[in-house]
């Protein structure tokens, strides 16, 4: 019997189902102007009123772990809300928004997180545990009114690397047809962007600023980019092309790591219908590394 099948006889995963927590924060403008800031956007902070485009709710509800709380990787040590996985290797897979009423600077709000799912899968590097992590977002000091934003958010679990771990091979992305309509940026995600997402966001993840820890104990090549700053990113460039419009629907899937060692480009193209966009974010080797769309009203 495996390592991994005697901890999931110890712990039932599946008893994390259906948890959930509640927290309030309030919406206030100094994380807002650093974003902007990192974005290198005019750092003006916001008057009460202003609209949070899409995806900066990450700037609040932050992870206050008490430090002696934190495990070896930088996350809070497992259990708690979520399950304990007892697997080493955490990465954000992916999330789908629905986006029904703006949130705006100076409002209080109000999450509700609820575990929906825990699938356990192997994979070609072995052992997966997936997470499924339902968040409704509401205006106010509680739940009752209507959500203003719902978000699910996945979550992978992994073995630790091995050597005879053979890697997916890469899919290519689309190209950029600059004739009709998309568009590409190019990014160079040095050390200083990485930690400045990372503390706007309070995330101790070592993964994005431990090269020593990301390079030795997990084995990847550099410091790995972090998966929402890329989702931010896209939007972020969706935004420069349409500054007026105003997200319905978005949902990105990680495909492959971006690390800090090379650039990428952040690219996009509008659709048949005017209102959906493909968005997309290629490695330096022409590979697809997030795979997203946007929907605008």
Known sequence: MSELAVDLTAVNLNDWVGRSETVSDHITPTPYAALSAMLDRAPERPAVGAELPGLWHWLYFLPLHRQSEI???GHARRGGFLPPVPLPRRMWAGSQFQFHAPLRVGDTITRRSTIERVDQKTGRSGALVFVRVRHDIHVGETVDTPAALTEFHDIVYRDAPRPQDVAAPPVAAPLVDAAHGAWSHE???DDVLLFRYSALTFNGHRIHYDRRYVTETEGYPGLIVHGPLIA???VDGLRHQHPLARLSR???RAMRPIFDIHRFNIC?????DGKTF????SDHEGALAMDATAVIA
């Open 232 to 234: 931010t990113l896209l």
């Open 71 to 73: 495990g070896p990787d």
């Open 187 to 189: 990014w160079v995600p």
């Open 278 to 281: 493909r968005l997309w974010a």
């Open 250 to 252: 978005f949902e990105f």
């Open 268 to 272: 996009g193209a509008p659709q048949a």
